[in-house]
Nanobody, 125 residues
Framework: QVQLVESGGGLVQAGGSLRLSCAAS????????MGWFRQAPGKEREFVSA????????YYADSVKGRFTISRDNAKNTVYLQMNSLKLEDTAVYYC??????????????????WGQGTQVTVSS
């Protein structure tokens, strides 16, 4: 079992920045690829970004490429999502998720075994 707890969400103006954190506990963090997903009201959960167990490869949705950066610190059992140039459409609940270590990253939610409870990000005009 892996327990995931997100933090860092909040209210920010358009164009601003936030950094989300996801702290993991339980099984060895470095055995997992990590992902971030988000879900806006009335919409399906969508992929945002992912990172391999080593941090050597990353993957971004087109909607956030160039604005968001995923990273991880295996010594701290934490994955981060730095979000810059935030837009109104980035408003959502953001979830981190863990998938078994694989060389290829995936944007499919069903491939992730463990999920956090989510943290709300609200971007205002």
């Amino acid at each position: 079992q892996v327990q995931l707890v997100e933090s860092g969400g909040g209210l920010v103006q358009a164009g601003g920045s936030l950094r989300l954190s996801c702290a993991a506990s339980g099984r060895t963090f470095s055995m997992y690829n990590m992902g971030w997903f988000r879900q806006a009201p009335g919409k399906e959960r969508e992929f945002v970004s992912a990172i391999t167990w080593s941090g050597g490869s990353t993957y971004y949705a087109d909607s956030v490429k160039g604005r968001f950066t995923i990273s991880r610190d295996n010594a701290k059992n934490t994955v981060y999502l730095q979000m810059n140039s935030l837009k109104l459409e980035d408003t959502a609940v953001y979830y981190c998720a863990a998938a078994p270590k694989r060389p290829v990253l995936t944007n499919r939610a069903g491939m992730y075994d463990y999920w956090g409870q989510g943290t709300q990000v609200t971007v205002s005009s």
